[in-house]
C-alpha cells in the first residue's frame, strides 16, 4: 500500500507519499480501506517531532478516518466486511488501509457520506469526553470555546447548544458569521479584544462555567479569569505555549478547577468506553442534524503538505480531510 511517511522533522515538504508493507489485522483489529483521512494539530506536531505515535502505532500521521471494512480479526464482533465506518486513530490516517482496534470504530451515521465521516471521530471523541465526562457541562451553563473556526470548536459549538448550554466562542472577525451560524451566541475577536474582560461583559460579570481551551500556557491566566465561581477549565492544546502563570488565589477565589487531557495516548480499553459514549450521545445528534460535520476542504491524499499548509495558516473554518483512490495524483 502507500502511506504518507514523514521523512525527518520538519516543514510540510517532508511528507511523502511512499509504497510501505500492508497493515497486519491482528485478535481484536479490524483492517479499513481508507476512504477519507481528517487532518487534526497533532497531525503538525508528529511532522515537527513533537508529537510521537504511542508504541505499537503505526508511524504515519492521522488520528481518524473513513471507509470500509477489509477483514476482521478473530474475537470481533458486530463488524463484517464492507461495513462503512469512521475510526478513531492513534495514527496511520494518512494511508490506504489501518489496521484498528475493533472498540474504536464507529458506523458512519445516517445522513453522513462516507468521506465526510472522516471529520468526526477525532473531534467528536475528544469534545464529548472533555465536555460530558470531566467537565460535566449540563444545559443553562455558558460555555466558552476557544479557536471556534478549528475541527474541535466547530463541533463543540454545536454540541453545547444541542445540550442547551449558552456558547461563547473566540475566533478571528471573518469567522464570527458562521460561528453563530453553528450555535455561537457571542463572538469575540481575540487579535483585538482580551477575551476575559469580554467573558465577564457577556456574562454580566458571572463568568463562563466551562471553557474549552486550546491555547494552553500562555493564556492560562486569563482564563481562570474568565472563569465563574465553581467554573473548570478543560486545556486540550498548547498553542500559545506549554507553560504559564497562574495566581492561585484566582483559582481560591473562584473555587474552580483546571483539567488537562490529551485522547491518543490513551490506552485502547479507555478509548473503546469514549467512543461508546460517544456513540450514545453524541451520534443521534449527528443523525437527527443538530450536528453536521463543517469541512472546509477536501484534497488529495498526495497533498498532505498542503493541507498542513491550510491548518498553519488557521485561515480554515472546520476540517480539512484527505482523500485516497481517484484522482489522489
Known sequence: MFAICIREPGGPEVLAWTAVPDPR??????????????????????????????????????????????????????????????????????????AVPAGQVLPVPKGVGLAEAAALPEVACTVWVNLVRHARLRAGETLLVHGGGSGIGTFALQFAAALGARVLTTARPVKH???????????????????????????????????????????LDRNVRALAVGGRLVVIGLQRGRRGELDLSELLARRATVTATALRGRPAAEKAAIVRGTRDDVWPLVESGAIRPVVDRVLPMTEAARAHQVLAAGEHIGKVLLLTGPGRG
Open 177 to 219: 458569521e458562521a460561528l453563530r451560524g453553528l450555535g455561537a451566541e457571542v463572538t469575540i475577536d481575540y487579535t483585538t479584544e482580551d477575551f476575559a474582560a469580554a467573558v465577564l461583559r457577556a456574562t454580566g460579570g458571572r463568568g463562563a462555567d466551562v471553557i474549552l481551551d486550546i491555547l494552553g500556557g500562555g493564556c
Open 25 to 98: 489485522v491482528r485478535a481484536g483489529e479490524v483492517l479499513i480501506d481508507i476512504t477519507a483521512g481528517g487532518v487534526n494539530r497533532g497531525d503538525l506536531l508528529q511532522r515537527t517531532g513533537h508529537y510521537d505515535p504511542p508504541p505499537g502505532s503505526p508511524p504515519y500521521p492521522g488520528l481518524e478516518c473513513s471507509g470500509r471494512i477489509a477483514a476482521v480479526g478473530a474475537g470481533v464482533r458486530g463488524w463484517r466486511p464492507g461495513d462503512e465506518v469512521c475510526a478513531l486513530l492513534a495514527g496511520g490516517g494518512y494511508a490506504e488501509k489501518v
